[in-house]
């Protein structure tokens, strides 16, 4: 089906302004942790990185401190399903969100807006059991035509924290709900959301830290500018998801040590000195008090450059209990000592 060209006017800065200071609180729960923010051009680029599980556990954080921070208005690309609903797609059209389609990239592009994409779309949402942190992009290749026939650049960028807040219990590989789902999908055009679980036996989200990573910019125009050039866009596609992966794998390298520094005393002044310390809880024997060992964990190279790995030669990893407290630790709750 084809959709006319529609780009909602962009939000004044004060409205945006105003949207931000409404998820103050939550973001001083949140607590989101950035790298490569500078990586981002001023003048327009394609924003493209992994989908967490329902979307908007992370997405309004990441966007609201690319605005904080750098005065940037993200626009995202929505599914063609989050417009058969009328009073959801009036919001999401208020928040600059544009309808994804490729006659308005091809508008956006000319324009050298910030436009955001998630290649996964909705099946990457609608994580199923064992699929964090996931690429579920299949042969998509759209977003890669697009850039290359502009020219522009695309900015890989990774999310962590949010498929942590929730276990799927229930997805479509489970016998009867799946059966629905698959036709709701065939009728509806759009995959159904698994049962999850979060604090207790509840759907409510588990407290979690989230972390974003953006690298540095991937050159289009040196793979071609032909929009049919099947081949250069498989090409850009998978240095972009290749990029993509290092940033997930770097920022869940950084969310363990940022634990294991809060749940260990001494660990941030010996990270500081180019080593770290990694916990771990002993005991003497049955009856015997227990006591805390702490080994060095030394950095075999700090992420630096483009690709931003981390690898880290571990001794111990922290014990259950000190790897819990480092969760709460990391979002700001702290204990006393009895």
Known sequence: ??????????????????????????????????????????????LAGNHTIYGFLDLPFMMAEVWKRRRLLIRGLGEHAHYAVPVWRDLLAACGMVRGTRDNVRVLMR???????FPG?????NKRRGQQYQLLWRERVGFARLAAEHGYPIVPFAAVGADDMLDVIVDQNTPIYGQVAGLYQKVMGFPTPPVVRGVGPTP?????????????????ATFGNRFDDTCAARALRDEVKQAILVGIQFLRDEREQDRTAASCPGYAAGANSGRGQSCSTTSSGQGASSTKRCAVLRP?????????????????RPSAASEFVGRLAVLGVSFDAA
């Open 204 to 220: 409510i989200p588990r407290l979690e830290r989230l972390y974003f990573w953006f690298g540095e910019p991937i050159d289009s």
């Open 300 to 316: 075999s190279r700090r992420p630096t450059g483009p690709c931003l790995r981390a690898e880290y030669q571990q001794v111990d």
């Open 1 to 46: 089906m084809e959709y006319p060209v529609e780009i909602p006017a962009l939000p004044s800065e004060g409205s945006i302004d105003r949207l931000v200071s409404l998820l103050a609180p939550l973001l001083r729960i949140a607590q989101p942790k950035i790298y490569g923010l500078d990586n981002l051009p001023a003048d327009g680029s394609l």
């Open 121 to 125: 779309g909705a099946r990457e949402v």
């Open 111 to 117: 324009d050298r807006q910030t436009v955001l994409v």
